[in-house]
């Protein structure tokens, strides 16, 4: 299972930025997929989650409105589109697979990509 994700950066206050992740390794149709970001001195949290066929049924409350998360089953990948960034929104972002059997556990992570908010 590889996980590898891109896009990140630095960006400025109410910019956007574009998260992409390539999957292999797996049949990545058959899989819950999420991002989460972790931010210095805090814990790890979920951005958003996405099912197999692609709705989301996950978005953090402090994204909503702003971040949405998608997938292309054809390309084995999962993005999250972040619109009007806010420098709380500076983090490592970490796209994850979802256990099969149990969608709310995460058994495999990327290596992450940073982002950072700041004018």
């Known amino acids: 299972v590889q996980l590898v994700e891109s896009g990140g950066g630095l960006v400025q206050p109410g910019g956007s930025l574009r998260l992409s992740c390539a999957a292999s390794?797996?049949?990545?149709?058959?899989?819950?997929m999420s991002w989460y970001r972790q931010a210095p001195g805090k814990e790890r949290e979920l951005v958003a989650r996405?099912?197999?066929?692609?709705?989301?049924?996950y978005s953090a409350d402090s994204v909503k409105g702003r971040f949405t998360i998608s997938r292309d089953n054809a390309k084995n990948t999962v993005s999250l589109q972040m619109n009007n960034l806010k420098p709380e929104d500076t983090a490592m972002y970490y796209c994850?697979?979802?256990?099969?059997?149990?969608?709310?556990?995460?058994?495999?992570w990327g290596q992450g990509t940073q982002v950072t908010v700041s004018s």
């Open positions: 994850a697979r979802s256990d099969r059997w149990a969608p709310h556990v995460t058994d495999y």
């Open positions: 390794g797996f049949t990545f149709s058959d899989y819950f």
């Open positions: 996405v099912t197999r066929p692609g709705v989301t049924i």
